[in-house]
């Protein structure tokens, strides 16, 4: 229970810490909260290492894990015993096993901790990436024995996000595709088996897509498009307060903070500029500090038929995402010359009154 609020209220602080103009007596309730958390959070360290959800040995695996990147997040924030974070990492290390993998502890409650064996690998993989344990062997048995063995973005997620920070990015790149093409249109990234909570639901879908968003964080160029839909779709998931289960809310917000960082830029004002056939055709006046979205519209007219190249140029001002929207229509499909099969129609009358029924010729 502690967890469940301390641990989004984390995020919270990290955003409210990164803005101006944050009011600073509600900054400084929500570190004195999360500093009583704290305090309770400590008292279920095991007498041999790891945390338990009663502060009794043995230490469970996934729990610490959840526990050891809690702990890393509130270190950003407020002060941390480092020691404390040294011997969960110290703990973790030694609960590999010689074929591969983490023991596991049976132990679960609420179902966290009864999750399947390649979901807690690699999130305790993730885990210990994410604290600065060396976790080649670690990521290669996810990749060989979870990520290629099933179709799952879960799994594919976390495998992404940590071959991303120990910087092979080619590979890590194979999974962030992946995971763009089970991109679904209102946002959200599904087809995944259950989470290291064995959540379901939309919950598990807001879990996925934030995982997600912090993989293709790490490769903007690239994946500029999908982090956009995917969060915008994470910030459409806020009910009440919360995104679901604490660990879909945690995630979500954890994606919504890095997202949120990795777009920050210094304001200035500039232009929006788009050629066609390298020919200006549209400019937009870009303000310091832009508000909600800025569109270059109604160009459809400036394209003619056959090959175009549609270009864009930012003039002075801060960098910002973009994208480009093309509706068309067409009364004529083109026919490939390749196309091993002929169609022709012929309608019998090419002049008909509303409600009036004729034939149509088809040859094949």
Not at 151 to 177: F, H, S
Not at 216 to 225: I, P, S, V
Not at 336 to 356: A, H, M, P, W, Y
Request: glycine share 8%; aromatic share 8%.
């Amino acid at each position: 229970k502690t967890s469940r609020t301390r641990y989004p209220r984390t995020m919270a602080v990290q955003y409210l810490k990164s803005h101006e103009g944050t009011d600073e007596s509600l900054l400084a309730s929500c570190l004195k909260n999360l500093s009583s958390g704290y305090e309770r959070l400590k008292g279920y360290e095991c007498k041999n290492g790891g945390f338990d959800w009663f502060g009794k040995d043995p230490g469970h695996e996934a729990l610490s894990a959840y526990g050891l990147m809690q702990f890393v997040d509130m270190s950003s924030v407020m002060s941390v015993d480092s020691a404390m974070i040294e011997r969960t990492k110290k703990w973790l290390n030694g609960r590999r096993k010689k074929e591969g993998g983490f023991e596991r502890n049976p132990k679960a409650l609420d179902k966290f901790g009864g999750a399947p064996a390649e979901h807690t690998d690699a999130y305790i993989t993730w885990a210990l990436t994410e604290a600065g344990i060396d976790t080649k062997n670690d990521i290669d048995h996810v990749i060989k024995n979870c990520a290629e063995k099933k179709k799952d973005a879960y799994v594919w997620a976390l495998t992404a996000i940590c071959l991303y920070k120990v910087g092979r990015k080619e590979e890590a790149r194979t999974w962030a595709r992946k995971l763009a093409e089970l991109l679904k249109p209102e946002g959200s990234v599904t087809d995944e088996e259950t989470s290291i909570t064995r959540s379901g639901g939309s919950s598990l879908i807001v879990e996925t897509t934030a995982l997600a968003v912090l993989a293709w964080l790490n490769d903007e160029e690239t994946f500029q498009a999908s982090t956009t839909k995917a969060n915008e779709y994470l910030a459409s998931q806020c009910k009440n307060g919360n995104f679901g289960s604490t660990q879909a809310t945690l995630l979500a917000l954890k994606a919504i903070v890095a997202f949120d960082k990795c777009r920050a830029c210094p304001s200035q004002e500039g232009a929006f500029v788009v050629y066609i056939n390298d020919k200006e055709e549209g400019r937009l006046a870009l303000e310091a500090k832009p508000k909600g979205t800025l569109a270059v519209a109604d160009l459809g007219s400036k394209i003619a038929a056959g090959e175009t190249k549609i270009s864009v140029e930012m003039l002075k001002g801060s960098k910002l995402p973009y994208s480009i929207t093309l509706d068309f229509f067409a009364t004529c499909g083109d026919s490939s010359e390749e196309c091993q099969v002929r169609l022709q129609t012929k309608l019998n009358n090419t002049k008909l009154k509303e409600g009036q029924n004729t034939e149509i010729e088809v040859m094949l």
